[in-house]
């Protein structure tokens, strides 16, 4: 099993960037396919950005496309989530999870590990 944690989270103006770190043990990330999901209040769950088994082909949400970068360090066994041009509409709880499946499921049920989340807040 994998273990996944988050950072990097907080608090940042509208424009702004922020990094988010999800570090993963117990397992090497290179035989998941890891995604980042996120839940604002009041909404459910959903889909950011995920890179599969191999490293190649990164997804995103079409409301994070051009935004957000997704990338994984094989030696650091890490995901991260590079956001940039950030809006209040991308303020929510963003979880880092982990899937057997080889290409990125959209859907937060296919995946089978999860961090804890960590609060992004974007202010106007």
């Known amino acids: 099993q994998v273990q996944l944690v988050e950072s990097g989270g907080g608090l940042v103006q509208a424009g702004g960037s922020r990094r988010l770190t999800c570090a993963a043990s117990?397992?090497?990330?290179?035989?998941?396919?890891t995604g980042w999901l996120r839940q604002a209040p009041g909404k459910e769950r959903e889909f950011v950005a995920g890179l599969n088994w191999f490293g190649r082909t990164p997804n995103y949400a079409e409301s994070v496309k051009g935004r957000f970068t997704i990338s994984r360090d094989n030696a650091m066994n890490r995901v991260y989530l590079q956001m940039s041009s950030l809006e209040p509409e991308d303020t929510a709880i963003y979880s880092c999870?982990?899937?057997?499946?080889?290409?990125?499921?959209?859907?937060?049920?296919?995946?089978?590990?999860w961090g804890q989340g960590t609060q992004v807040t974007v202010s106007s």
């Open positions: 999870a982990a899937s057997s499946s080889v290409v990125v499921p959209m859907s937060d049920n296919a995946y089978g590990y």
């Open positions: 117990g397992r090497t990330l290179r035989t998941y396919t």
